[in-house]
């Protein structure tokens, strides 16, 4: 059962950030929605929640991220962290941690880091063994 309702995350640049969220979000089974141009992009995978939305801000000001906070995305497979992460870099977005195994955090814990092209950080976890 679903928990959370959506997250929003804010851009400075909708068009570049649908194609870098196409792109990552897909390689993790997310779709973007129909929507008007003028909405908000909208990704959901498998017609579940919670909805992913990037927004311009509706105050006007310049979309910022938050320091120390980041949304992770659950995978089913490992080679989808590696493709969220290869995708990420491939369509503007930074390195903040390579795939690999983080036994710190847990047995079969499998993640990479990155941040979008807006400077959000987004990870992609994926708790099944290899």
Known sequence: MAVLSHITLGTNDKERSARFY?????????ERLPKPP???????RDGEMP???IYSPE???PATWGNGTHIAF???????????HELALKH????????GERPHY??????AY???????????VCYAPQ
């Open 92 to 99: 503007g977005g930074m390195d903040e941690g390579e795939p």
């Open 59 to 61: 105050d006007g000001r």
């Open 106 to 111: 847990g047995p079969d814990y499998y993640a």
């Open 74 to 84: 659950l995978a089913d497979r490992r080679e989808q962290v590696r493709a969220f």
């Open 114 to 124: 990155v941040r979008d092209p807006d400077g959000n950080k987004l990870q992609a």
């Open 51 to 53: 909805t992913i939305y």
């Open 38 to 44: 003028e909405k908000p992009l909208a990704y959901e």
């Open 22 to 30: 196409d792109a990552v979000l897909g390689a993790i089974g997310f």
